[in-house]
């Protein structure tokens, strides 16, 4: 499946962002899905992941509390709802799939998407 991340953009600290996950094909119940981001520089890391089958969720600490990650089975998307952005949030984001929950390693997830960037302006 090719997974196709999307929404990024240039905002300021303290604004909202919103990206989209979309599967070319099935999604299914036994996968988890999840975000990363890399920043310039800096290993990918993980940021939220998605239980498809249960919705339950699991966050990295830095984004607890700001971020939600969400699903639409209808439409095979994933999102990332980011709130009150800091500007250490600017990465590319990207979104891939394991069958793991919860796992943070980015080395068990497969499908990698082109990612999309986001930009915090302080």
Known sequence: VQLQAS???LVQAGDSLRLSCT???RI????VMGWFRQAPGKER??????RWSTARTYYAESVKGRFTISKESAAQSVYLQMSALKPEDTAVYYCARTGDFPETSRHKYFDWGQGTLVTVSS
């Open 23 to 25: 599967a070319s094909g």
């Open 7 to 9: 929404g990024g953009g």
């Open 45 to 50: 890391e993980f940021v939220a992941s998605i």
């Open 28 to 31: 299914y119940s036994s996968w």
